[in-house]
């Protein structure tokens, strides 16, 4: 079992930047993809981005290429997502996301298959 949590959310105006993280319970995090989603109420929850556990690879959803940028700490079990240059429709809940590693990386971008959630952060930008 794999307790996820995130931190660092919070409010900011639009342009600002906000850093969020997720600490995991398990000491075989590194095992483990990672990523983020966001959802807003009326809307399906909706991938943002993703880091490999073996080789750091990095994925992003179009929207927030270049604005946003993730990283992994297996020594300390921490994911973090950097969010720059922050736009209202940025503003959602964000939830860390976990699956096994002999799961391919396109079921858990897709959100076919997450093993593990957490209980989410709410981001809110202004204009």
């Known amino acids: 079992q794999v307790q996820l949590v995130e931190s660092g959310g919070g409010l900011v105006q639009a342009g600002g930047s906000l850093r969020i993280s997720c600490a995991a319970s398990?000491?075989?995090?590194?095992?483990?993809?990672m990523g983020w989603f966001r959802q807003t109420p009326g809307k399906e929850r909706e991938f943002v981005s993703a880091?490999?556990?073996?080789?750091?690879?990095?994925y992003y959803a179009d929207s927030v290429k270049g604005r946003f940028t993730i990283s992994r700490d297996n020594a300390k079990n921490t994911v973090n997502l950097q969010m720059n240059s922050l736009k209202p429709e940025d503003t959602a809940v964000y939830y860390c996301a976990a699956v096994f590693t002999t799961v391919t990386m396109a079921s858990f971008l897709s959100g076919r298959r997450v093993d593990y959630w957490g209980q989410g952060t709410q981001v809110t930008v202004y204009s």
């Open positions: 880091i490999s556990w073996s080789d750091g690879s990095t």
């Open positions: 398990r000491r075989t995090f590194s095992s483990y993809h």
